[in-house]
């Protein structure tokens, strides 16, 4: 089957840096993404690897090993507004996103 | 752009009703899709639509119907609610679901509890 595994939730202090991983099993793999929920928002769009190795947005990265079926994302100088949960989700062979239950970031003063 | 918009944003409904969960989008997408968050679980597929008159089933399609007349426009209709049917519903479009920039974007979501 399918599965993908992330941490139920992290606490973390403002200004400090957090590391959320996530290790998945698909069938096929065509791209992780990770994506920021608010509660009661929509999901939007963070970050996307396709190949191994770190991709840097701004206070964001987020990486890949294939080999090990892992990624995680980094945030850094967290502020307050990062309180979210941050979903992983793998393509797989079908080109569906397959998608963690997420991770409840809590960030405290 | 307005995006993706989803009608209605709340709706209480009695065992065994149904409706029409409204979704469109105005970025031209031809992909677009179905999910349901429910606590403690990922996203999960309902129904999918590769394109104008085409659909398809996800993970979790019982109960639900969908039709994809327009580009714009993919409802998803509840034939007749269950309690089981309690659950936040979201809308999402794509170009094509080949990664990079073509990620999912998604409407604001209905939340549906079924008494």
């Known amino acids: 089957g399918q599965n993908i595994d992330q941490p139920t939730e992290m606490t973390a202090t403002e200004g400090a840096i957090v590391q959320i991983n996530c290790t998945y099993q698909t069938s096929g793999f065509n791209g992780l993404f990770w994506y920021q929920q608010h509660a009661g928002e929509a999901p939007t769009f963070l970050s996307y690897?396709?190949l191994d190795g770190l991709e840097e947005k701004g206070r964001f990265s987020s990486f890949l090993s294939r080999s090990k079926g892992y990624s995680y994302l980094l945030l850094k100088e967290l502020q307050m507004k990062d309180s979210a949960s941050y979903l992983c989700a793998v393509m797989d062979s079908n080109y569906q996103l397959i998608w963690g239950a997420g991770t409840k970031l809590i960030i405290k003063p | 752009n307005a995006g993706v918009t989803q009608t209605p944003k709340f709706r209480v409904l009695k065992t065994g009703q149904s409706m029409t969960l409204l979704c469109a989008q105005d970025m031209n997408h031809e992909y677009m899709y179905w999910y349901r968050q429910d606590p403690g679980m990922g996203l999960r597929l309902i129904h999918y639509s590769v394109g104008e008159g085409t659909t398809a089933k996800g993970e979790v399609p019982d109960g639900y119907n969908v039709s994809r007349s327009t580009t714009e426009d993919f409802p998803l209709r509840l034939l007749s609610a269950a309690p089981s049917q309690t659950s936040v519903y979201f809308c999402?479009?794509?170009?094509?679901?080949?990664?990079?920039?073509?990620?999912?974007?998604f409407g604001p979501g209905t939340r549906l509890t079924v008494l």
């Open positions: 999402a479009s794509s170009y094509h679901p080949g990664g990079g920039a073509d990620t999912q974007y």
């Open positions: 690897n396709v």
